[in-house]
Structures are given as C-alpha cells and as structure tokens.
C-alpha cells in the first residue's frame, strides 16, 4: 500500500494547510472521562439516615457548616470526624469565630431526642445561638 504526498513545483513536499484535530479529540474524550469518573467522588458525604420534613426549603449559603450526630452519637464537622471535648474549637476554626454563622444539624433519625438536645446545649453554650435542623424533603401526600 503507497501514498501519495505531493510536492511543489521545485521538488519540495507541500504544506499541508488542513489542522489534524484527531489528538485534541482523542485528549478531550480522555477528559471527559476522567471528569465523569472523579465528580461523584468528589461529593462524598458522611452517611446518616435524615428524617423526612414537608417544610418548604430554605436558601443554603455558600458555604455551609455542617454537624451532623450519627446514629452511635459520633460527630463529624463537614466530613472530619470531631470528639465532643474537640467540638467547639473545631467550630470556632470552620466558623473563623463568627457565632452568627449559622450551624446545620444533622442528625440519624434513630438518636434519641435528649441526646440531641445535649448537643444542641452544648452549640448554645458556645455561643452559636443560629442553629438549623437539616432534613430530607418529603411530599405531603
């Protein structure tokens, strides 16, 4: 099998004016996949089973401090696992010590009420006044 590859007039081979968007296709896909692979892992959240809630949702700021209480009353600040005795430190340095900022609970439907009442006497107590109970949304029937 030959190919043809043309040549001017003084015996010189000829430029090619056509651009070859083979590679860059190829680097694109490659990408692409890449990106479809790491995004679902990138969302990695601490596992809790939420209550359910029919209230309507509210606006969630940019960037949200999130506690939760895990069904064997462990905390975890964000997605870092917190010790009690660690906990308010732990906030003070999320929250750069803005106690207006506001604190999202979450907690395992399976805690008992008290347990997360303590908890939440222990945010008071720090001065963290602004606390929101987080939730999965439900549909009334």
Not at 3 to 21: K, L, Q, S, T
Not at 26 to 40: N, R
Not at 95 to 102: C, I, K, V
């Amino acid at each position: 099998m030959s190919a043809r590859i043309p040549r001017d007039d003084e015996g010189e081979f000829a430029e090619a004016h056509e651009i070859n968007v083979t590679p860059f296709i190829d680097v694109m896909l490659v990408l692409l996949i890449i990106f479809m692979v790491a995004a679902p892992l990138a969302t990695v959240d601490v596992p809790v089973n939420l209550p359910g809630s029919e209230a309507s949702p509210a606006q969630r700021p940019d960037r949200p401090v999130f506690l939760t209480l895990q069904a064997d009353l462990s905390l975890a600040l964000g997605e870092a696992p917190v010790t009690r005795e660690e906990l308010v430190t732990a906030l003070d340095a999320a929250t750069r010590n803005d106690h207006e900022e506001p604190i999202f609970l979450r907690a395992d439907k399976t805690v008992d009420y008290g347990d997360l009442m303590a908890l939440m006497d222990v945010l008071r107590a720090a001065g963290y006044l602004k606390v929101a109970l987080v939730g999965l949304e439900q549909t009334p029937p």
